[in-house]
């Protein structure tokens, strides 16, 4: 119901499209009480990326970062996600937006072809 209160898209296994771009997410994470398991992240990524596959320009947006970057440096508590990290290489998104480590704030890298983004609070303008 959040959604529709504040006239936005939830994208939480789903996508949406804005003329040849698509986004698609998972929220959550892969600790904590509320935990989600590393093969349902991916595959609510894969729900989402299914639908925008076709298109030229695709963006992945997830709380957790993946598995094997500069964030996990930055805290010993919050690891990376290994069903981010498979859908990334899978997927080869253009760019994936995460944020999970705070403390990473404005950390760029590249897995494969993908930008790796942690846009962190300030939020982050970017090109396609």
């Known amino acids: 119901f959040l959604a529709e209160l504040y006239g936005v898209k939830n994208i939480h296994g789903y ?3 804005y003329r040849d771009i698509g986004i698609f997410g998972a929220g959550g994470a892969n600790i904590g009480i509320n935990r ?10 894969k729900q989402g990326f299914d639908k925008i596959k076709y298109l030229e320009k695709r963006i992945m947006v997830t709380h957790v970062h ?13 690891p990376g996600s290994s069903g981010v990290r ?8 253009d ?3 995460c944020s999970h480590v705070h403390e990473a704030e404005g950390i760029e890298e590249t897995i494969g072809k993908t930008r790796v ?4 609070r300030a939020g982050k303008i970017f090109d396609l």
């Open 117 to 120: 983004l942690n846009v962190g």
């Open 66 to 78: 993946p598995t094997g970057t500069l964030m996990e440096r930055f805290s010993n508590i919050v």
């Open 36 to 45: 989600i398991e590393e093969n349902e992240i991916h595959g609510l990524l």
């Open 15 to 17: 996508s949406v499209r």
């Open 86 to 93: 498979k859908a990334v290489e899978e997927f080869q998104p």
């Open 95 to 97: 760019i994936l937006i």
